[in-house]
Structures are given as C-alpha cells and as structure tokens.
C-alpha cells in the first residue's frame, strides 16, 4: 500500500498537496477528507506513491494524515482527470478548483463552520475604540461578534449570526484581521432516495378556502395535478397550505424514487406530448440535405476517431432533428450520447424532445437542479443507466463512460463561457473532451462564432451546411424602419414607429402571434436629475440603477410600488422624490425597457393577450415551461421579451417579430460588439414563419448603415464574416490573435490601482515577441459589488508565447506579495466588461 497521497484542493493556489496515508487506501480519481489549516477540505486524489516530502520544505515537512476515504472507486476516470489538468494547465486554474467544478457533489457532504476569539480579538476587545459609543456600524458589529465569542467560547456560524446579526463580510473582516479563527468541519450527509410529490385528488369536493389555498390548488391544476413539494416550496407560501389541503383531503403525498427524473423533471416530460408532432421516427423525417449531414456525422460516430463538424444551418433548418436522428444512431450501436444547450430556460423543451425519442434513458444536468437532483443524476450517468445526457454548461464534464458523440447546440453563445473561477468555455473543453475520448463532436448554429468560422475556414473543422429550411419555407423578410426619419417626421420620440403598429395590428387581427425584442430589462434604465445631471447610480457599482415597477396587480403610478435596482449586485432602494446632490424635484427617466414595453403594448393593444420574458419573469425553469406552452397553446399571441426570447424557440404560430432597440449594443466598448448584434438579429428574426405561414421581420434602428445591421437584414452571414474579420485582422483581436484579460481587483482602489500599476510597470520591463499589451486602465464598469477594477489585455498570434507570458507575470505577482485572489485571469475572454 502506498504511503503518501497527492490531493488537489479547491484553493487558490497552483499545486497539489500530501498527506500520508493511515488507514483504508485511496485510489486515484476519488475523493478524500482532508485537513487544512483549521479547516476540513474535500479534495481528488491526483497520485499514490511512497516519496515523502523533503524536510526542508517548510511548506510539507509535517506531514497530516488523510482524515477519511470517501470513495472506493474513482468518481473521475483517467479521462476526465486528464481533461481536468488540460482545463488547469489552458485556463491557467488551479487543479483543485477544477476538479471541485467537475464533480457536482456537494450535496454528499455537510459541511459546519465555527468561530472563536483569538488572543488579538480578546485585547482588541478592551481597547478604548471598540468599547467608544461613537464607533461606526461596522465597528458596533464587530465589537458584537468578539463580546459574543469572548463570553460564549466557540459557536458555530449559524448561531453566531443569529445571536449578533454579523453579516458574513463582517466575519470575513475579523477573520483578516486576526481577530477570530475559522474553523470548518465535514461529515457525510445521508441523501434522501426518494422526494416528495403533490397530488391533487380528482373530483373532490370544495370546501371554502383562503387565498393562499386556491393559489396552490391552481397550480397543481396547471401542472397537470402533480407538483414536487421542492416546486412549491419555490411558491413562497406558507408550509400549512399544503398540510392544510393534505388534511382536507383535496390533495395527497406520494414518495417518488429520486433517481429517475423526478423533482424538476416530471412536468418537461409532461410537455413531450405536445411538442412531439408526430410519432414517426425522426429520422423518417428528414429531408434529404438532413439526411445526408447526419449520415456524415453517424458515420463518424461509428468509426470511432475524433472528428469535429460546424454545422452551419439558417434559422428552422431542423438542426434539431438532426441531432437527434444521429444521437438515435448512437444508441442503437450502444454508444452514448451528450447535447449541450446554452441556457437552462432550452432544457424543458430539448429535454421533452429527447424523452420522447429515447424514454427514460435520458439525465438532465443544470445548475437549476438541487445538490440531491444533480447528485441522482450524475449517479445515474456514471452507473450507464442513461446513456443520452442534456444540460448547460457543466454537463460537459458529465461521467459518461465510452462517450461517442458530443453536440453543441447554439454553440456561439457566450453563456457557455464561465464567469467565475475556472473560467473555462464549454464548447473548447467539450472539444478537448471529444479529442481525449477518439469522439465526434457537432458545433451547431444559424450564426457560428468567429473562432469556429475561422477554425472551418482553417480545416480544423469539417463544415456541413443546410442552407433551407425545413418544407422549403422561406426565411422571414426583413424590413429596416429608419427612426431619424421617424422623428424627423412625427416630432416625437415613440417606442413604436408607425409601419411597427400598423404590422402588429395587422398580425393579431389575423389571429397570428407576434413577438417583440426589447433588450433591456426593468421600466427606464436611466434616472437622470434635469436639474444639476446627476445620474442615479448603485452605491455598490459603477453603474446606473434601473427603475422597475412592481407588478400589474399593483398601482404602479405609487412610489410605494417602484424600486431603483442594480442588475449587478442587486442593490435596490426606492424612487426618491428629489435629487440626492441638489434636491431639485426634477427626476427624468430615460430609455424603455421590457416592463415599460409590456405596459405601452397593453395600452395600444387592449385585446391582445400579452406576456412578458425576462430574467424579472422568469425566475424558475417552470415559468419558461408555462409561458411556452401558453405560446404553443395559442393562449399567448404578442410576447415582449429581452433575448431571452431569441433563443432556440419553435413556435408555429410567430409570424411578425419586431424588433424594439438594439443600437445601443453596438456602442459597447468591446470588440465582440457587431458580433453579437448580428447574432442576436439573426436568431430572433429565425423565430418568424416557422409554421405554414410566411414570417415578417422589422427592425426600429438609428444605424441603417451599420454593416451587422444590414448583413442580418440580408440573411448575409458570410458578408458579415468578410467585413467583421477585416476589422479582427486590423486590429489584431480573436480570431486574428489570442486574447487574455487580466484583471486586478479590491475593495480599496488605492491598493487595485497600485496593484495593477506595478503588474504594467513589470510588463514594461519585459520581453515577450509577439505579445501586445493594452493597459493597466480601469475597466469599462470600474467598481462591482464594491470592488475596483482594473485590468490589462493580452494579445498575441501566439497561444504558448501568450501563455507564459502571463505565467511569469503571476510569478512575479507572488514575489510582489500581490494576493492570487485579487487577479483574475481569463483566458479567450468573451466580453471585456
């Protein structure tokens, strides 16, 4: 047996550590309990070996032991371990944070975290400012947590925020500051085998009930009569509603096995009925252009080699059906399957489409799920009991054993790009991971992303195209509405242009359904004093606050009833009645935003039956689920929405789109600006004319001479690629170049700017051939959530002389004791915001 292990913890630092082995012996790939610091870390086991540390090595020369063997087999296989270390060694992550992202298993575990004084907090305690009645809030709470602590000895968080109402950064603080230690504990934690279900009893009898009663009786009945108690939980209802309606016996309890696709799951197959059309197989049902693409690809599938295609298909294709009919190839030669879409709101309907065609062979993997849904479903996975597996971004690491075919829906969506730590893009991992596994991977779009275009354009990809759609249905006809002549002609700033109302009227008096793209939430996004021109802005970020309304059942014209919000932080206060700097009662809003639109349309349209798409509507996956099937139903026909509503939707009955405002992404100051204007254009004016009848598109633009414009007005995406890669080349920015941005942040901008100072200084000093950089400057937001941003971009023709660049600018940042948390690196970035 060995005597020393090698475990990769979830910390930010770039190595792994050793503990010595005492009792049951790790494997390679599993898991450990081990202690670090004052606290208990899970952590992957990386090697085995009997080489014990050298004794000069202060940082290992006292060996700790493991605590305890969580696994006995490897919950990572060689594969995905190797994966993880390509995902560490590219995106320049520490191996530990990686591994912690791939295993979707903390729900295994309880972790507890206690509190205790140290000897600097019991004097910092006794010194006259802490003990002064002027001390400011941050200090009185301070001074809370020590008093607490210094009479009642260790205490575990829960009970100590509970007792001294201590924010967490206020425990952070003192925990910095020495003044307490943290200590954290981990034991395993028994995960329930089956869940709760919600039943409504048909043809029971009424009683009178409260509001709150008829509430949750409406939504079991909307749910088809079952709901998971998790779902109505997420009701914010109070626990004696269900116990209550349990008791009157209008609604009974059932114990589901959590395994299946219970919880979240059961009403998206409720949904595969009606958005199966046929039960022909789907193969059956492709068109000869279909056909051919998917043979190219079965082909691949079957020969077991590493292949990866850009399918590049227009709007209504049926890329879609292809995927499938090839994912059905797959299994029936016993091969396995994994279908990434970009966001959680695509899961039901995609999901609904695969349970169809495959049944209960299908898991479901997305961050929307609870830690014992994910947990059962990953089990599900790594025992091969589903071979066909959908999810966002972090199912690419799903344990698929033998994984033969990988498909990327809408793979130019930057949602697959991770925004915290390790930033990876799952289309390059899934890439990578195909590569590792000799597997076929399909990059799928109506709009591909440059560096895919580019990587087809290189024969690093194979390119397929399906250049109609299905049934030979034409692409919708696009019309610009120029908005200067709009205004110039009716002296009036509208949210509508005239042709824009008259099509719409047209539309639903024809009883057809439209759908309107207003890509900014909330009901003004600007609150400007006329007065003296102070704009309101978060007190946490260097952004303006947005103005929303509170709902349609409220009397929105009262203040009591509008909030100013931050979108970033999700800092909120009410609408003040005067300006804060000079008092001037002279508040201007500015600009419409989604909720505003929903409002204006139900004014202009009273008899149009309206609904609204956003990240304020759609808060859980059940609401996309129940304004989808409303669309299908009909019951919907004018649908305003931010992009939300561009994305993978198939609705029959769209025959206008409308587009509201989209010029002012074009003015951001990112590179990647045209791309997606043109990308978002392109894809929402795919939503029209989907069914038997011909689509319209209107656009409402100030630009109509921007190239991204007028390309996706065209249906021209290689003319847009031709103009936008001229400009790429010029400037040297991906696909032309690699790009890292590098960014410095801290609470304190003194320390931030200094920080990011002294790293341009150093770059000054160096020599790196054929690497640009651009900065140190304070990024495009400054200030996020309280903390200053500044940042430095990388480029260069070189991704190894681009790499070690950046690795000796993070040593020199730990020679210059600059803190690795305060330094984000992200490698390919997407946005540079």
């Known amino acids: 047996m060995p005597l020393f292990c090698d475990v990769a913890l979830p910390v930010p630092v770039d190595r792994a550590f050793t503990y010595s082995i005492e009792g049951a012996s790790p494997v390679v ?114 001074h809370a947590v020590l008093a607490f602590l210094a009479e009642h000895g260790q205490s575990r968080a829960a009970i100590l925020r509970s007792k001294t109402s201590a924010s967490a950064a206020t425990l952070h603080q003192l925990v910095a500051k020495r003044m307490i230690e943290r200590e954290s504990t981990a034991t395993a934690r028994e995960l329930r085998t089956t869940v709760r279900v919600a039943v409504l009893v048909p043809d029971a009898r009424l009683p009178r009930l409260n509001e709150n009663q008829q509430r949750l009786l ?47 799951f059961l009403d998206g197959f409720a949904l595969s009925r ?37 399918l590049h298909g227009v709007t209504g294709s049926g ?38 065609s ?7 993997l997305h961050s929307a799920l609870t830690g014992s849904e994910r947990t059962a479903q990953w089990h599900r996975i790594r025992r091969g009991e589903a071979h066909v597996v959908v999810g966002t971004r972090s199912a690419v690491f799903a344990p698929i054993a033998n994984l033969a075919l990988i498909v990327i829906d809408e793979e130019h969506d930057t949602s697959y790009k991770q925004a915290e730590l390790p930033r990876y893009h799952a289309r390059d991992v899934a890439v990578m991971r195909a590569k590792l596994a000799g597997a076929t991977i399909v990059l799928g779009s109506a709009t591909p992303s440059l560096e895919s275009w580019a990587n087809a354009q290189r024969e690093k990809y194979s390119l397929l195209s399906l250049k109609q759609r299905v049934g030979n249905r034409p692409l919708p006809e696009v019309s610009l509405i120029d908005m200067r002549q709009e205004f110039a002609e009716t002296g009036q700033e509208a949210l ?18 439209a759908m309107l793209l207003l890509n900014r939430r909330g009901y003004s996004f600007v609150v400007m004093c006329r007065a003296c021109g102070e704009k309101l802005e978060c007190e946490n970020c260097a952004i303006a606050l947005t103005h929303h309304k509170s709902g349609a059942e409220d009397d929105l014209r009262s203040p009591v009833h509008q909030r100013m919000e931050c979108h970033y932080c999700g800092f909120r206060r009410t609408v003040p009645k005067l300006c804060p700097k000079c008092e001037s009662e002279h508040l201007y809003f500015f600009g419409v935003g989604s909720q505003q639109g ?96 011909p689509g319209r598109v209107l656009v409402q633009t ?70 640009r950089v651009l900065g140190p400057a304070a990024a495009p937001i400054a200030r996020i959530k309280r903390i200053h941003r500044f940042h430095l971009i990388l480029k260069a023709s070189s991704r190894k002389q681009l790499a070690a660049a950046v690795r000796q600018m993070l040593a020199f940042a730990d020679a210059a004791e600059i803190p690795r948390r305060q330094i984000t690196v992200d490698v390919d970035a997407v946005q540079l915001m």
């Open 274 to 310: 009606d958005l199966a059309s046929s039960s022909v197989p789907v193969e059956a049902m492709l068109n000869d252009a279909q056909r051919e693409t998917m043979l190219q690809i079965a082909a691949s599938v079957h020969a077991r080699k590493f292949q990866p295609f850009l």
């Open 29 to 142: 790939g599993g898991r450990v309990l081990v202690p670090f610091r004052r606290e208990q870390f899970q952590g992957v086991v990386v090697a085995l070996h009997d080489h014990a540390p050298l004794a000069d090595d202060a940082s290992t020369a006292k060996v700790r032991p493991v605590l305890r063997v969580l696994d006995q087999e490897p919950v990572l296989s060689e594969h995905l371990l190797q994966l993880g270390r390509w995902i560490a060694e590219y995106y320049l992550a520490p191996l530990g944070e990686v591994l912690r992202t791939m295993l979707p298993l903390g729900a295994e575990m309880r972790r507890e975290t206690a509190y205790s004084i140290t000897c600097r907090g019991t004097a910092a305690l006794e010194t006259p400012q802490q003990q002064s009645l002027n001390a400011n809030a941050a200090e009185q709470a301070e």
């Open 496 to 513: 509508l242009s005239r042709a824009m109302t008259a099509e719409i009227e047209a539309t639903l008096g024809r009883g057809e359904q």
């Open 702 to 771: 100030h630009h109509m001479d921007h190239y991204a414009i007028r390309c996706a007005a065209e249906h021209n995406y290689l003319g847009f690629v031709e103009q936008e890669l001229r400009y790429r080349r010029l400037l040297h920015y991906p696909p032309a170049a690699m790009l890292t941005n590098i960014l410095i942040e801290h609470t304190d901008p003194a320390k931030a700017s200094q920080w990011a100072s002294q790293l341009g200084q150093w770059f000054q000093h160096q020599t790196f051939p054929g690497v």
């Open 598 to 693: 929903e409002e204006r349309l139900q004014e202009l349209f009273p008899h149009a039956r309206i609904a609204r798409m956003d990240r304020d509507t759609m808060r859980h996956h059940r609401d996309y689920e129940r304004i989808l099937a409303r669309l299908h139903s009909g019951e919907i026909n004018l649908l305003v929405g931010t992009q939300m509503i561009a994305k993978g939707h198939d609705i029959h009955g769209v025959t206008l789109v409308g587009v509201l405002g989209v010029d002012h992404a074009l003015s951001l100051p990112d590179f990647r600006s045209a791309e997606r204007v043109f990308q978002l254009l392109t894809q929402v004016a795919g939503r029209a004319g989907r069914g038997e009848l």
């Open 218 to 264: 409406a939504e079991l009945a909307s749910a088809g009569g079952r709901l998971p108690a998790s779902e109505i939980r997420r009701l914010s209802l109070p626990e004696s509603t269900l116990d209550t309606l349990v008791r009157r016996q209008l609604v009974r309890i059932e114990e589901v096995p959590a395994d299946g696709l219970a919880e979240g």
């Open 319 to 356: 890329k879609t059906a292809v995927y499938i009919a090839a994912m059905r190839r797959a299994l029936d030669a016993g091969l396995p399957s994994l279908l990434l879409v970009p966001e959680i709101g695509l899961t039901p309907a995609m999901l609904a489409q695969l349970r169809f």
């Open 358 to 364: 495959f049944g209960d062979q299908v898991a479901l």
